[in-house]
């Protein structure tokens, strides 16, 4: 069993930063695949970003490459979600999940077992 929790969101303007943490439990983090999701007021939920267990290698969303940085670090058991040059359209909340999935599948909602409760990112124009 994972728990997740998510940290670090809140209002900023366009064009500033934000990192996003999403601390976990359990025994066995450094063997997930861990990824961001997020989900816009009446949007279905939808992949950002996600780092590879055992290699760290990572994949993005097209909406985000380049500015956004997904990282984590096994001994502190925490993925980061290092978000640049924001634009309004990156306004939802943002969900960190751990799955045992296949890498091929890491873009799928449903690859991933365990989710944080979210947390709010708000960027104005």
């Known amino acids: 069993q994972v728990q997740l929790a998510e940290s670090g969101g809140g209002l900023v303007q366009a064009g500033g930063s934000l990192r996003l943490s999403c601390a976990a439990s359990?025994?066995?983090?450094?063997?997930?695949?861990m990824a961001w999701f997020r989900q816009a007021p009446g949007k279905e939920r939808e992949f950002v970003a996600a780092?590879?267990?055992?290699?760290?290698?990572?994949y993005y969303a097209d909406s985000v490459k380049g500015r956004f940085t997904i990282s984590r670090d096994n001994a502190k058991k925490t993925v980061y979600l290092q978000m640049n040059s924001l634009k309004p359209e990156d306004t939802a909340v943002y969900y960190c999940?751990?799955?045992?999935?296949?890498?091929?599948?890491?873009?799928?909602?449903?690859?991933?077992?365990?989710w944080g409760q979210g947390t709010q990112v708000t960027v104005s124009s």
């Open positions: 999940a751990a799955g045992s999935t296949d890498w091929g599948r890491r873009i799928l909602r449903a690859s991933y077992d365990y």
């Open positions: 359990g025994r066995t983090f450094s063997s997930y695949t």
């Open positions: 780092i590879r267990g055992t290699f760290g290698s990572t």
